[in-house]
């Protein structure tokens, strides 16, 4: 008989390498690995060789990092989205990605279940398999750590030296940490505790405000159409120009995040992020849409940014309603593009200057000298009936300036 062919998400960690031994184990399976490049710091390089040495028939290493920031990272900067206000949610916005490359390699390697490594109280395993289930609606899906019997991470170590599996020396992590170009986000560990200040090893890619230079640094950005195309006058590939603002913002301690979030299955947990350049690319475009966007569409747009980021960090990216968002965002894009100055200085951003062709502001509507064009006279109409409501309701039921009692009392 033939054997079952599964789609591992690997990423050359302890719980993967496991999970690639166990399932040939326990279901006598032919393992194909799929690790994407989502722009990780951490080598690549080396996992291919790891995931065959632990026993895969197959392994893809995949960069996806182009895709990734053209069809993921620039839709969610457009949207303005945000979790909880906060969040530019690196880890949330990588897994439907991932999703799709498995189900792509699920296809082609003629697999017929796609497992992960993600625990049973994330975020995750939410965002991997809805998204799954959208993509590949028959493909099967296994999360061993939401079954296994491992209990411990010293069990799992135990069940690698049992099998020859290649267990990095290195000491362990006292951190949980996921990073991409986007972002990095840190958990566990003394970080548990809400009332502990994050220790200096605890962030990976900024510097502390303290350790940042003295004298302010200046980046302009410039957007074509909500999307931004050039870092300090230079045209760069998407990708590099990411890396460039993470650098400038990492240097400036841009982008660091302590947050207590609402996780989708009911928990509420704190972790810690870092995301100079996303976090340098949002406040810009929003300085910029405060200039070219006119005031109801800005109004409105921020309202939607809520829900296209609970959407995302919710696991329904791969959804109508997604998309439908993006159509109208896309529409309040097309005058979005010009320049922004941002000021960088210790851990703060300031806006140093603002410019485009689709610029709102008129100088001779806004000034208060002889240049003024404004017909201040027709102003007195507009408030006389647009306080009308507000009269009419006061004149009816308030005397002297109190409630009549049969409004106050009911
Ligand atoms: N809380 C974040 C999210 O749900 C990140 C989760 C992964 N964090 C980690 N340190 N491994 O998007």
């Not at 493909?139 to 411990?152: D, G, H, Q, T, Y």
Request: proline letters at 4%; a neutral charge; charged letters at 25%.
């Amino acid at each position: 008989m033939k054997k079952e062919r599964i789609v591992v998400a690997y990423s050359g960690g302890l719980d993967t390498s496991v999970i690639v031994k166990w399932l040939q184990e326990t279901r006598n399976a032919e393992i194909v690995t799929v690790t994407g490049d989502l722009g990780q710091k951490k080598e690549l390089t080396g996992v291919k060789e790891k995931a065959i040495a632990t026993g895969a028939k197959k392994a893809y290493v995949l960069d996806l990092q182009k895709e990734f920031v053209e069809q993921y990272l620039w839709p969610t900067l457009k949207a303005g989205a945000l979790y909880e206000h906060t969040y530019p949610m690196a880890t949330s916005i990588g897994r439907p990605l991932l999703a799709k490359a498995l189900v792509d390699v699920a296809r082609k390697e003629g697999c017929t279940a796609v497992a992960h490594g993600c625990t049973g109280k994330g975020n995750d395993q939410v965002r991997f398999e809805v998204a799954i289930a959208a993509l590949a609606p028959d493909l099967k899906v296994i999360a061993p750590l939401r079954e296994w019997e491992f209990r411990s991470r010293e069990e799992e170590i135990a069940y690698c030296e049992k099998h020859g599996i290649p267990v990095s020396a290195t000491k362990k992590n006292p951190y949980s940490i996921d990073e991409n170009l986007w972002g990095t986000s840190i958990e566990c560990g003394v970080l548990e505790d809400p009332m502990v200040e994050p220790p200096l090893d605890a962030y990976q890619r900024t510097v502390s405000p303290a350790e940042a230079p003295d004298t302010p640094t200046y980046v302009t950005i410039d957007f074509r159409q909500g999307t931004p195309v050039a870092v300090n006058g230079k045209k760069l590939d998407v990708v590099a120009l990411i890396q460039k603002l993470n650098e400038i913002g990492g240097a400036n301690a841009i982008g660091r995040l302590d947050l207590v979030e609402n996780r989708l299955v009911g928990i509420k947990s704190r972790e810690i992020y870092e995301a100079p350049g996303a976090t340098i690319l949002h406040f810009a475009h929003r300085e910029l849409e405060r200039l070219t966007l006119d005031k109801e569409t800005m109004h409105y747009k921020a309202k939607m940014a809520n829900d296209y980021a609970d959407m995302i960090y919710n696991g329904l990216w791969f959804t109508p309603l997604r998309e439908a968002m993006d159509a109208f965002i896309d529409e309040t894009q097309k005058t979005v593009t010009g320049t922004v100055k941002v000021k960088l200085y210790k851990g703060t951003l300031e806006i140093a200057g603002r410019t485009s062709p689709h610029s709102l502001y008129d100088l001779k509507l806004a000034t208060y000298t002889d240049e003024d064009t404004f017909d201040h006279g027709a102003s007195a109409g507009f408030i006389t009936i647009y306080g009308l409501p507000a009269k009419t309701f006061y004149r009816v039921n308030t005397t002297n300036g109190r409630k009549k009692t049969s409004a106050a009392k009911k």
